[in-house]
C-alpha cells in the first residue's frame, strides 16, 4: 500500500481509534527492523513494558530484541516530593530484560514525564545506540500527560519537528475519537496510516487506509484487515468504500495478472508455502514444525474442518516467514541456487508482514489433494533436496510456460497460481533448463498464451490436483530437457495423480524434442486432443468433423494412439489456430498444443513408454485417495469444456485426463474419469465457447500452419 | 477466539460466565478496564456483580461510589438477594469521603446551606479546590487503605460522575488528565483489577480513561417496539483473544446473564 515502504528518516503518524492495532503495527514495524538487524526503540506512555510483551507474544522472537523507554508519569503523591528528571533517572532496555511486574513508583521520588524530558532523552538514545526506528506510542498520551503548561498543539507541532532533526524513521501513533475529528498534528507529519473501525449493524470492520504519504505514490484505497497472532493482517485482494463503507468487488487487481486466469487456481498461501518450504529445504533448514502444522492441517481439512485448517496454514506460514531469520548468515556470496534461495526468502520475509493477503484456501477436496503432495514432497528426508528442487522449478517455470501453453494443460491451475510468485523461484532454478527450450516453447506458448485465459477456466480445476501434476507439468513446457530431468523427478513424486496425465504429455515432450522444432505446430494439434485430453478429445469431435482423428479419439481413447498420427497431420495447423484462437479459440488452441506435445511426433515412442508411465500413474492415483478427488474436480473443469459439447460424457474426460497412457488402462480410469465427468456439467459454461470456437478455429487455423 | 494466543497471565473472573467465555476467560488481573454505556445499560450492575465474585474467592473488594449513595445500591440489588454487606465502599460523593463498612452507611448530606451570592462564588471556587481532590482522595484514601487490605478488585462507578461532579470546568483539563491517569497507574501498580464505569462520551472528545485502560467492554440497549435489546460488546481488550460479536443479555433474577 505504500508503494514499498515508509520514505525513511522521517516521522509518521497511525492514528485511529482505541482497540484498531496501533501499537501491534508500531510493533511490527520495530520488528521488522530488528529482522534487518537494525536497532528500534519503543518508547511507551499508555501500555506498561510489561504488558506490551505478554500482549504480544507472536511476536516475540523479535520483540524481545527491541529496546523500550517506559515513559509512564508515576503515581502522583499529592505532597511535596522530590522531582526527577525521567532522562536521569530511567532508560531504554530491551524487552527481555523487562521485568514480569509493572515498575512501581519508588517510594520517596516521583518521576514526572515531560516533553522536554523526552527530547532530551531521545537524542542521548539514539546518539547511543543508533536506533533507525522509533515508534512512540501515543503522541495522544504525550500531549494529555506530559504537556502540563505546553500549548498541546504547539508541543506537537515541536516535538515533530525534534523528531525529524532527529532524521530517524519514527511512527507516533495517535489515538483518534471514533468520529474522524481533523487534528493538527495530522498536518504537520509526512505521512499518515489511518485505522477505522466502524459498526455496521452488528458487524465489526476493520478497515486501513494511507491517507497521506509525502515523496511516495501510494494506494488510497481503504483495505479490511484483521487481527492475527503476528500482527496486522491486511486484505488487499478487497476494498473498502470510503463512503458507504461496504465491500467493493475490486476487479482482480491483485491476482489477474498472477494468475492469468479467472480463477484462482492456487491459493497465495500454498503458493508462498510452497516456495518458502522449497527454498527452505534448499538451503536445509530445519522443516519440521512447519511439517507438523501442515500436517494437522491436512489432518482436519480431511475432517472438513476447513477453519481449523486455515489457522494451521496460517501459522505454518508464519513460520516459515521466521525461520530465514534463524539460518547462520551463510552462503551468502555465492552465486549458487541455495544464495538465490536465501535471498528470495529474505525478499519474501520482508514483504511479507506487509502485504500479505489473508488466508485463501481452495475447496476441502482440492486443499487435501495440495497439502497431501506438500507433505509427500516434505517427506522423504533423503530426497528431499532432489525433489525439493525439483518441485520448485516445476512449479516456477510452470507459471511462465504454463501461462502461454502449459496453461491449457490440466497442471495449469497451479502454474496462475504460482505464476505470481513463482516468477522468481522460476528463473533461479529451472531458467537454466528450460531456457533453451523456453525459446521454442515459448514461441507457441505466447500465441496459446492470449488463448489459455479461456482454456485456464478448465485447467484451473486440474490444478486442485495439479501440484503433483504440475511437476510433470514444469517440465512439460521445457519438452525436451525437462522431459530427461523431471522424468525421473516426477516419477517418484508424482505417483500422485495430475503428474500421470501430464507425465504422459510430457515425456512425449521428451521425445518430442525434435517435434518441437517442426512439430511445434502439427504437435500441438495432436498433443493439443492428448493434452486436453478430456476436453480436447471430446471437443473436436464433437465440434468438427473437420478433425476426424480428434472425433476418434473421443470415441475410443484406446484407439487415438493410430489416430494421434493421423491428427498431427491434420493438426500442423493448430498452432496458427492458437494464434487466431488467441480470445475464444484460445481454449481449443491450448488443447491443441498439449496434444501436440504429448501425442505429436513423439507418440509412438511416447505411446511405448507412455502406456508403461501410465500405468504408473495410474496406480498412483488410486493409491492416494485424496487426490484422486481433486483429480475429479480438477478433471471435470478441463473436462467440462470439453465433454459440454459432447454432453460430457466419461469416455470425454477418460479421454482427456490421460488419453495416450490411458488407452490400455482407459477403460478402467473410466471410472476417475467419469467423477470427473460429474463435475464436468458444472464446468459445462466455459465449455461452450471453447467448443463453438475450436470447431470453427480449429479448420482454419490449422491450414495457415500447416504451410 | 483463534488468532491470538494468550501470553499467559492470570485471568479473573467477572462473575458472569457468558463474559468471561467473551473474554476468553475472563479478565486480564492487575489492570484497568472501561465499562461503558448509557444510563440504565446496566454498568452498576455488572461492576457489581465483579465484586461479589470477588467476595465468593474470598477476595478483598472495594466499590467507590460517586452515582449513587450506597444505601440504594443496597435496596436495589435487594431484588437479586445479593448481599452487599461485606462489600466496602467508598463513598465519594462530594463532600463525604469516608470508607465505611455498607452496614453503615449514612444517609448522605448533599444540601447545603443558602449562601449569598458572593458566598456562593466563593463556594464555588472551593467546590473545585475539593474536587480536585476528589480523585486525589480517592488515591490518598486507597493508599491508606492499601497499606492494611490488599484490595485485589475495585470498582468505580463512574468516572464520569467523578468527573462531572468533582472536576469542574473551571480545573485545567491538564491536571484532570494527570490526576485520572495517576489513579489509574496507581490501581494497576497495586494489582488490582479495576472496573471503571463511564456513559459513553461525545464521539469526538476522547477522555483520558479511554486511553488508559486495557479494555473496554460497552453496554447498549435498543428498543425493538415495546421490548428493550440489551446487547454486550468488547470493544477492545488488548492481549486477550476476545469475541468480537454483540451478544444479548438479560437483567433477571438471576441478575446479569449473557446469553
Given amino acids: 500500500m505504500l508503494d514499498g515502504g515508509l520514505v525513511a528518516r522521517r516521522p509518521y503518524l497511525i492514528v485511529g481509534p482505541s482497540g484498531t492495532g496501533k501499537t501491534t503495527l508500531g510493533l511490527q514495524f520495530l520488528c521488522a527492523g530488528i529482522r534487518n538487524g537494525e536497532h528500534a526503540l519503543l518508547v511507551t506512555l499508555e501500555e506498561p513494558p510489561n504488558e506490551v510483551r505478554s500482549n504480544h507474544p507472536g511476536l516475540a522472537p523479535e520483540l524481545l530484541k527491541v529496546d523500550v523507554f517506559d515513559a509512564i508519569p508515576d503515581v502522583m503523591r499529592y505532597e511535596r516530593a522530590p522531582f526527577k528528571d525521567i532522562a536521569a533517572v530511567r532508560s531504554a532496555t530491551p524487552f527481555e530484560r523487562v521485568p514480569e511486574a509493572i515498575r512501581r513508583t519508588p517510594e520517596l521520588t516521583s518521576i514526572e514525564v515531560t516533553i522536554t524530558a523526552l527530547e532530551q532523552m531521545l537524542r542521548t538514545e539514539v546518539q547511543r545506540h543508533a536506533y533507525s526506528r522509533i515508534v512512540i506510542d501515543s503522541l495522544t498520551a504525550l500531549q494529555y500527560f506530559c504537556m502540563k503548561g505546553f500549548d498541546v498543539v504547539a508541543g506537537a507541532q515541536t516535538f515533530l519537528r525534534f523528531l525529524s532533526d532527529l532524521r530517524v524513521t519514527t511512527i507516533l501513533t495517535v489515538e483518534a475519537p471514533l468520529e474522524d475529528v481533523e487534528t493538527p498534528e495530522r498536518m504537520l507529519a509526512r505521512g499518515e496510516i489511518r485505522l477505522f473501525r466502524w459498526e455496521l449493524d452488528d458487524l465489526t470492520v476493520r478497515a486501513i487506509g494511507v491517507e497521506k504519504l509525502r515523496g511516495s505514490a501510494h494506494d488510497i484505497r481503504l483495505h479490511p484487515y484483521r487481527i492475527g497472532p503476528t500482527g496486522l493482517d491486511i486484505n488487499l485482494a478487497v476494498t473498502i468504500s470510503r463512503d458507504t463503507r461496504q465491500i467493493l468487488e475490486t476487479p482482480p487487481l491483485a491476482h489477474e495478472p498472477a494468475s492469468g486466469s479467472p480463477f484462482e487456481p492456487i491459493p497465495p498461501t500454498l503458493q508462498v508455502l510452497a516456495e518458502e518450504l522449497s527454498d527452505l529445504v534448499l538451503v536445509g533448514a530445519d522443516i519440521v514444525p512447519i511439517r507438523t502444522e501442515l500436517e494437522a492441517a491436512l489432518a482436519s481439512a480431511r475432517l472438513g474442518d476447513t477453519e481449523h485448517a486455515t489457522q494451521r496454514l496460517t501459522r505454518a506460514v508464519a513460520l516459515g516467514a521466521t525461520l530465514p531469520d534463524r539460518l547462520p548468515a551463510k552462503v551468502a556470496a555465492s552465486d549458487s541456487e541455495v544464495a538465490l534461495a536465501l535471498r528470495r526468502m529474505a525478499a519474501r520475509a520482508e514483504t511479507g508482514r506487509v502485504g500479505q493477503p489473508p488466508v485463501r484456501v481452495p475447496e476441502p477436496p482440492i486443499l487435501t489433494a495440495r497439502l497431501a503432495k506438500m507433505l509427500s514432497d516434505l517427506n522423504p528426508p533423503g530426497e528431499a533436496v532432489a525433489v525439493a528442487p525439483i518441485p520448485a522449478p516445476v512449479q516456477t517455470p510452470v507459471p511462465e510456460l504454463t501461462v502461454a501453453s502449459t496453461t491449457p494443460s490440466p497442471p495449469v491451475a497451479a502454474a496462475p497460481a504460482a505464476s505470481g510468485l513463482p516468477a522468481a523461484p522460476s528463473v533461479p532454478t529451472h531458467a537454466p533448463t528450460p531456457s533453451t527450450p523456453p525459446s521454442e516453447a515459448p514461441l507457441t506458448n505466447p500465441p496459446s498464451t492470449s488463448p489459455p485465459p479461456p482454456v485456464p477456466t478448465p485447467t484451473p480445476p486440474m490444478a486442485g490436483p495439479a501440484q503433483p501434476s504440475r511437476v510433470s507439468h514444469g517440465p512439460p513446457p521445457p519438452l525436451p530437457r525437462a522431459v530427461s530431468l523431471p522424468e525421473p523427478a516426477v516419477k517418484p513424486p508424482s505417483g500422485s495423480v495430475p503428474s500421470q496425465p501430464s507425465t504422459a504429455p510430457s515425456v512425449p515432450h521428451v521425445h518430442p524434442a525434435p517435434h518441437v522444432a517442426s512439430p511445434g505446430t502439427a504437435v500441438s494439434h495432436s498433443g493439443s486432443p492428448a493434452h486436453i485430453t478430456s476436453p480436447a478429445h471430446p471437443a473436436p469431435p464433437t465440434h468438427s468433423a473437420a478433425h476426424p482423428p480428434s472425433a476418434a479419439h473421443g470415441t475410443s481413447p484406446g484407439h487415438h494412439a493410430a489416430p494421434t498420427p493421423a491428427e498431427p497431420v491434420h493438426v500442423p495447423a493448430p498452432t496458427p489456430a492458437a494464434e487466431t484462437m488467441a480470445t475464444a479459440p484460445s481454449a481449443a488452441a491450448p488443447a491443441a498444443k498439449k496434444r501436440k506435445r504429448a501425442p505429436s511426433a513423439s507418440r509412438k515412442k511416447a505411446a511405448a513408454v507412455t502406456p508403461k508411465e501410465p500405468e504408473t500413474a495410474l496406480p498412483a492415483i488410486p493409491v492416494t485417495p485424496e487426490p484422486v478427488p481433486s483429480i475429479p474436480l480438477d478433471s471435470t473443469a478441463p473436462s467440462a469444456p470439453a465433454p459440454a459439447p459432447e454432453v460430457a460424457l466419461a469416455a470425454g474426460p477418460e479421454a482427456s485426463a490421460p488419453p495416450r497412457p490411458k488407452r490400455r488402462v482407459v477403460r478402467k480410469k473410466k471410472a476417475p474419469s467419469v467423477v470427473g465427468a460429474t463435475p464436468g456439467p458444472p464446468t459445462e459454461e466455459p465449455s461452450p465457447p471453447s467448443t463453438a470456437p475450436p470447431a470453427e478455429t480449429p479448420p482454419v487455423e490449422r491450414p495457415p500452419e500447416a504451410p | ?259
Avoid at chain 2, 104 to 117: C, G
Avoid at chain 2, 168 to 174: A, F, G, H, M, N
Fill in chain 2, 1 to 259: 477466539m483463534n488468532l491470538a494466543e494468550d501470553g499467559g497471565g492470570e485471568r479473573v473472573a467477572t462473575g458472569i460466565p457468558g463474559l468471561d467465555r467473551m473474554l476468553g476467560g475472563g479478565l486480564r488481573k492487575g489492570r484497568p478496564y472501561l465499562v461503558t454505556g448509557g444510563s440504565g445499560s446496566g454498568k452498576s450492575l455488572l461492576g457489581l456483580t465483579f465484586l461479589l465474585e470477588g467476595l465468593r474467592l474470598g477476595e478483598e473488594v472495594l466499590l467507590v461510589a460517586v452515582d449513587e449513595p450506597p444505601n440504594e445500591i443496597m435496596e436495589n440489588v435487594h431484588a437479586f438477594g445479593w448481599d452487599l454487606s461485606a462489600v466496602k465502599t467508598l463513598d465519594a460523593n462530594p463532600g463525604t469521603r469516608a470508607i465505611k463498612r455498607q452496614a453503615a452507611v449514612q444517609e448522605i448530606r448533599t444540601m447545603t446551606d443558602l449562601k449569598t451570592m458572593r458566598d456562593i462564588s466563593q463556594e464555588t471556587k472551593r467546590a473545585a479546590d475539593a474536587e480536585d481532590i476528589a480523585i486525589q482522595g480517592i488515591q490518598l484514601k486507597l493508599r491508606q487503605q492499601m497499606g492494611g487490605v490488599q484490595f485485589t478488585r475495585v470498582v468505580v462507578d463512574s468516572m464520569t460522575s467523578i468527573r462531572r461532579f468533582a472536576v469542574k470546568s473551571s480545573v485545567d483539563p491538564q491536571a484532570e488528565r494527570t490526576e485520572i491517569q495517576s489513579l489509574l497507574r496507581f490501581l494497576s501498580e497495586s494489582n488490582v483489577t479495576a472496573l471503571v464505569t463511564a456513559t459513553p462520551s461525545d464521539p469526538g472528545v476522547l477522555t483520558p480513561e479511554e486511553i488508559l485502560t486495557r479494555g473496554e467492554i460497552l453496554l447498549t440497549r435498543k428498543w425493538i417496539g415495546d421490548r428493550s435489546l440489551r446487547q454486550v460488546k468488547i470493544v477492545r481488550m488488548r492481549g486477550c483473544a476476545h469475541d468480537p460479536e454483540r451478544r444479548p443479555f438479560v437483567i433477571g433474577p438471576q441478575g446479569f446473564v449473557v446469553g
